[in-house]
């Protein structure tokens, strides 16, 4: 069964500096997902991940895959505070079910 | 194109009361997924369906049940409420078939008092 770790569970980080969460996963996984999640609403899909070696940007986010080492990860660059909110990776198994991580609680302070 | 909607938004229950979540999937899509999150948790997988039958199940009692109708929106129906299931609960939609991303819903914040 597919298990999903993340870390850091919590971040803060001062606005303009640069981080990166980590996502581990335990077997294969046919892709991989990152949501972002404001306090009381839904995901928002930030990425899709396909392949090996897959890395996509939007804004101050990049994320890359690496299914050898079952490893994605999501940076962060010049931190912004609009950036604030919890980030879940999610790996997927057959049929569309999605596993996901712990989440990280990032907290941008001015 | 609506995308996923689910209905309510919100919902307070008493323990031991019956509850049942709503679920229209993006239009095009025939496969709905249900997840629960609790208070600082990521999503737990509850169950899926696909052709009005029950595909794949998490972790779940039978407290917790479905459906899906032909024109592919879902329900959600738990009974005998605990405490416990105070929690947000997601609708995914998805094509079966192929490589598509689920797309979710805004939830329903059930609470269990």
């Known amino acids: 069964e597919l298990k999903v770790e993340q870390n850091p569970l919590f971040l803060s980080m001062q606005e303009g500096k640069n981080y990166t969460i980590y996502c581990n996963y335990s077997?294969?996984?046919?892709?991989l997902y990152w949501y972002r999640q404001d306090p009381g609403k839904s995901l928002e899909s930030l990425f899709v991940l396909l392949s090996n070696g897959a890395v996509k940007q939007e804004g101050r986010l990049m994320a890359s895959l690496d299914t050898k080492a079952r490893l994605s990860t999501l940076h962060i660059t010049a931190a912004v505070h609009d950036l604030s909110a919890t980030y879940f990776c999610?790996?997927?198994?057959?049929?569309?079910?999605?596993?996901f991580g712990t989440g990280t609680r990032l907290t941008i302070i001015p | 194109d609506a995308g996923v909607t689910q209905s309510p938004t919100h919902l307070i229950k008493t323990r031991g009361q019956q509850v049942t979540l709503r679920c229209s999937p993006k239009s095009g899509h025939d496969t709905v997924s249900w997840y629960q999150q609790a208070l600082g948790q990521g999503p737990q997988f509850i169950f899926q369906?696909?052709?009005?039958?029950?595909?794949q199940r998490g972790n779940f009692p039978d407290r917790f049940s479905g459906h899906q109708f032909p024109n592919y929106s879902s329900e959600l129906n738990v009974n005998a409420l605990l405490l416990g299931d105070s929690a947000l609960y997601l609708c995914?939609?998805?094509?079966?078939?192929?490589?598509?991303?689920?797309?979710f819903g805004q939830g329903t914040r059930l609470t269990v008092v």
């Open positions: 999610a790996g997927v198994q057959p049929n569309e079910k999605l596993t």
């Open positions: 369906y696909y052709e009005e039958e029950e595909r």
């Open positions: 995914a939609s998805s094509l079966l078939r192929g490589v598509t991303e689920a797309f």
């Open positions: 077997t294969t996984s046919d892709r």
